[in-house]
Every structure is written in structure tokens, then in C-alpha cells.
Antibody, heavy 120, light 107 residues
Framework: QVQLVESEGGVVQPGRSLRLSCEAS????????MHWVRQTPGKGLEWVAV????????DYADSVKGRFTISRDNSRNTVFLQMNNMRAEDTAVYYC?????????????WGQGTLVTVSS | DIQLTQSPPFLSASVGDRVTITCRAS??????LAWYQQKPGKAPKALIY???VLQSGVPSRFSGSGSGTEFTLTINSLQPEDCATYFC?????????FGGGTKVEIK
């Protein structure tokens, strides 16, 4: 069965960095686009980033562009989110999600989510 | 960016009731809309995609309709396990966006 398991989040100080990973199993990872989506009580669900199945295309929400980097290692069935220069407003539960579709994506499977708190 | 407005934000209904949630897009998105159910402390779960197609394993009491800018999620014969928050999501264009959610409570 499809499984997506995110790494543990944690507490990080403003301006610092954190890298999340998401290990996939139960499907042909290299055939799917992968996404990060975050959720806060105040802003609801917010799409963060996408990386195409082969890494050839990447896109970001404006709120994280220039600070976050999505990448993948198809040999390890893993997608990453490198978060730099973090801000208080990046505090959220972060989910990795499998994108269903060729270039227009909805999310058919989600990880369990990992809490990231940005605070001094 | 395409804005999605869900209504109502909260509804309370009895077991067996028919429940309808609306999602309006700020511009036309054809049928590129999905619906999700989220229970407290859990990840969202896909219910419907391309506006009307039921995801595998989802009970048939859930249905979706609409195209363009107006969409609905209907739950026929509400069950206790349907107590959750429901979100719509457009995948017509990036950035992908979500509606604000509708919390469904059982009376």
C-alpha cells in the first residue's frame, strides 16, 4: 500500500534552517510528481512546492520562493524540503503528498504530517 | 492566484440528512477540482477529483458536481463517521489553492 512518511519536524529559531524528508513506499516513486503542503489553524491548507516525477520542473508558492528548496532522490524514494531563513509564519504542520496527474495535480495520498515551529 | 470560497464554513446536521457544501472559484477552472475530508489530527483524505469522480474506496453517499466556477460536494444520508472538515482544491493552475474548509458536525 502507498505510504508517505515524513521526518520529524521540530522547533527552529527565526532565520535558521530545517530540512524535511518524506520517504515513499508502495508505488513507483519515480513516476509521480511530489508536493509539500502545509496547514495552520489561521491560514488553512497552503500548497508549498512541487517537483515533477523526474525533477525537470519545480514550482513554489510565492510565500516560500527564494527560501525553500524542494528536491528528490528517486534512488531512495525520497523527497526533501530544505527550509532556509525561516519565519514565524512558516510555523505549520507540513505534509508531503503524491500528485495525481500529468501537469495538473490533485493529491491522492498524504503523509501523516510533521509539525514545524519557528520560535525563539 | 485562484481563490476558492467555501460555504458554509460550519454546518450541523442530523444522521440521515442530505448535506451540500459549495465551493466557488474566482475564475473558471473547468473541472479541475478535488474534495478532501480531514478528521482532527489526521491528514486530508481525497474524496473526489475532476469535480465528479469518486476516489477509490470512498462511500457512494459522497458525490460531486459542477464545472467552471461553482462546485458542490453532497453527502447523501449523513453518517456519524462523516463528522469532519471538508476542503476543496483547484488544480487548474499553479499555485494550487484550497478553500477555507467546511466543518460538518452531527446534531
Amino acid at each position: 500500500q502507498v505510504q508517505l512518511v515524513e521526518s520529524e519536524g521540530g522547533v527552529v529559531q527565526p532565520g535558521r534552517s530545517l530540512r524535511l524528508s518524506c520517504e515513499a513506499s508502495g508505488f513507483s516513486f519515480s513516476s509521480y510528481g511530489m508536493h509539500w503542503v502545509r496547514q495552520t489553524p489561521g491560514k488553512g491548507l497552503e500548497w508549498v512546492a512541487v517537483i515533477w516525477y523526474d525533477g525537470s520542473n519545480i514550482d513554489y508558492a510565492d510565500s516560500v520562493k527564494g527560501r525553500f528548496t524542494i528536491s528528490r532522490d528517486n534512488s531512495r524514494n525520497t523527497v526533501f524540503l530544505q527550509m532556509n531563513n525561516m519565519r514565524a509564519e512558516d510555523t505549520a504542520v507540513y505534509y508531503c503528498a503524491r500528485g495525481n496527474g500529468l501537469s495538473r495535480y490533485w493529491f491522492d495520498f498524504w503523509g501523516q504530517g510533521t509539525l514545524v515551529t519557528v520560535s525563539s | 492566484d485562484i481563490q476558492l470560497t467555501q460555504s458554509p464554513p460550519f454546518l450541523s446536521a442530523s444522521v440521515g440528512d442530505r448535506v451540500t457544501i459549495t465551493c466557488r472559484a474566482s475564475q473558471g477552472i473547468s473541472s479541475f477540482l478535488a474534495w478532501y475530508q480531514q478528521k482532527p489530527g489526521k491528514a486530508p483524505k481525497a474524496l473526489i477529483y475532476v469535480a465528479t469522480v469518486l476516489q477509490s474506496g470512498v462511500p457512494s453517499r459522497f458525490s460531486g458536481s459542477g464545472s467552471g466556477t461553482e462546485f458542490t460536494l453532497t453527502i447523501n444520508s449523513l453518517q456519524p463517521e462523516d463528522c469532519a472538515t471538508y476542503f476543496c482544491q483547484q488544480f487548474n493552475s499553479f499555485p494550487l489553492t484550497f478553500g477555507g474548509g467546511t466543518k460538518v458536525e452531527i446534531k
